[in-house]
């Protein structure tokens, strides 16, 4: 527990920490709010970019230059691109998934030589073991020479995070936040050292901050941590962070020592039940906290 209250005091030192602005974050924020982007994802075979009136699909083999093609339908979106089949790596087919306007999520096939949804996927099962019935034919099939710039290089990568609250996107040098004042990028490698975290799990709206939930992987130890985080000037900046303790992972991550809820503008921890096959903790964090200066402030 000793560990648990130095933590605590260290987040609390590190507080109010204001992440600076690197080139590469500054030129994908300039990016996303000129584009009015909504989401992006980008690795070496394809980068997809869905903007407030048209979608940029770009597809490459073998390093090979790539085929772009753009989607004005405005229902169309939550794209996402998988090979149609590995042993062809992308080639020449790949598999198109996205939603449309009535929620309905659909699959089909993609030509780089002729663009254009067409017919079901050879694989046509997706991860989890469902059909992926053949989607709509005709989609994605108006060339371009748009390319997204930022995105030229090969050894840059974008991954939408799977967040809670928010939508992120991780990308090689930076982590961008849809705050509701617009796309905020910054580095991540001070971020992620500000949150003592290297995932982050959840982001809830406290009056003019947020609530983050953020994780730390330590071999078979995960700590968790809550940080109060601003997004709504022109930089991100950690005002103050609470250490919640680690929990011993053996198969999946039984989450946080404490569950919380929200009060209005005040948190309120509780503790979870001790587990001898997990970490044991005690209650001394539980009670409640005020949120509204920026700060974890017990309440007495």
Known sequence: MRLLVLLAVIGSVCAHVSIARADRATELEAWLRRERVVSFAANRQVVVVERVGAILFCARAHDGEPTCVIERDPTVHDVFISYDSFQEDGAFHYCISWVEGDGARQWARWDRRAPGTSGTCVEDYNVYGARREAGRAG??????????????????????????????????????????????????????????????????????????HATEGHSHQVLHTLALVSFDHDDVRVLDTLTLGHTVVLATDPGPPYTWQLEGPQLVLVARPSDPTWQRWSGELAGRYRLESGRFERVP
């Open 139 to 212: 989609r994605f099939a108006t060339r371009t020479t748009e390319r997204a710039p930022l995105y030229a290089s090969l050894d840059h990568h974008a991954t939408p995070a799977h967040v809670e609250g928010m939508r992120v996107v991780d990308d090689v040098e930076a982590v961008c936040f849809a705050a509701p004042s617009g796309w905020i990028c910054a580095p991540n490698g001070p971020l992620y050292l500000a949150l003592t975290s290297n995932r982050l799990e959840s982001i809830l709206r406290v009056g003019a901050h947020y609530l983050v």
